[in-house]
């Protein structure tokens, strides 16, 4: 046989490269179990450490790519936008605001049987929460933080940033009156500077329209919805965040209305308590006219 029959044989007689497995196809348990796992995270309250199957399934989403491109496409389909999957925080999801599962300042004010005529108020209540749970970019930025607050608490910071627009409204010229049906955001402050704190009850009860009351409603509803923990009966009620709400409040962070309400300097002490600090000089208290809320419009 010659050399070169010798090399074609040698040549054909080797075998094929094994061919890589084909992706295999997505089964209808695979799609059932990823939409398990996003009915999971719907549920705010549940946590992965309590419940073997939510944690099995956080384990496949974690190793298993394919899965969690499924899930995802899930969550996508629903409207939601996935923040965080984690055994921390579980498969933390939002609404946007398109989804069915959006939260609009009109359902909530409905919700917590609220005057319509109030419902700027709460959103400013929502708004006051979030930034004294997390008064510095570095508490949002770090996973271990947990915010702490009482409901007393941030009535006060409410309070003491309707000051301070007050004071430089004052040292401007500018009207600080404006009518109560005024648009705008300045006379929603205006309007919770009047506001009660507590209501006129005998026994001192707070009143639904107080802005104890108020501020009170919102923080239940934070609580409800998994955000907040309460943690005890001092100052109103007293309340830490949980790693959802964290989650939630960077994803809002960008907020003209919550960057402006920072901005104002009046930043509250980490353990909750109403004790505020003086705001710096020369800052810029001017708020947006149309900055967002922590609901979709």
Known sequence: MSDTHAEYTDVWSQPEPAQAPAPSAVTPADAADAARLVSFG???KLLPARDAEYAELLR???EDPPFARLADAVATGLGLIVLEVSPRAGMAVTAGEDSVFAVRMGDYARRANTDAADRFLHGLAHLAVAAMA???PED??????IGRLTVNGVDAFVRQACLRLEQRAEEQGVNTDPASDAPGLEAAWRIYARRSATGATKDARRLAGSTTGIVGKAV???TESGFLQRTGDEGGGSYRTTARYQLQVRDMAGSAALAELLDLGVVPVSDGSPTLLPP??????????????????
């Open 60 to 62: 496949r989403y974690r």
């Open 280 to 297: 710096p000089e020369g800052d810029d208290l001017e708020l947006a006219a149309d900055a967002g809320l922590p609901f979709h419009a």
């Open 42 to 44: 719907l549920q705010p």
């Open 140 to 145: 949002l930025a770090d996973d271990g933080y």
């Open 220 to 222: 239940a509803f934070l």
């Open 134 to 136: 997390f008064p510095r």
